[in-house]
C-alpha cells in the first residue's frame, strides 16, 4: 500500500494539547470513518482495528 507522506497523524495531534479541533473538523473525520467502515463492511473486506495512527491530518489538503 503506498500512501501520501503526512506531516502529522491524528493520534499525535490528539495528545497535543495545544491543537483544538473545530466541529467541522471532528464532523469529516467521523464522517470519513463511518463512510470507510461501510465501504469495507458492503465489499466483505476484514479489517483490524482502527487506531488515530492510521488518519492522516488533512489540514493541509486542498480539500478543507
Known amino acids: 500500500m503506498i500512501t501520501p507522506y503526512m506531516e502529522h497523524d491524528l493520534a499525535g495531534l490528539l495528545e497535543n494539547k495545544d491543537v483544538v479541533f473545530s466541529d467541522g473538523l471532528v464532523k469529516c473525520y467521523l464522517l470519513q470513518l463511518l463512510e470507510g ?28
Open 37 to 64: 467502515t461501510k465501504y469495507l463492511h458492503e465489499n466483505h473486506i476484514l479489517h483490524r482495528d482502527m487506531k488515530g495512527l492510521e488518519f492522516s491530518d488533512p489540514s493541509r489538503s486542498p480539500l478543507f
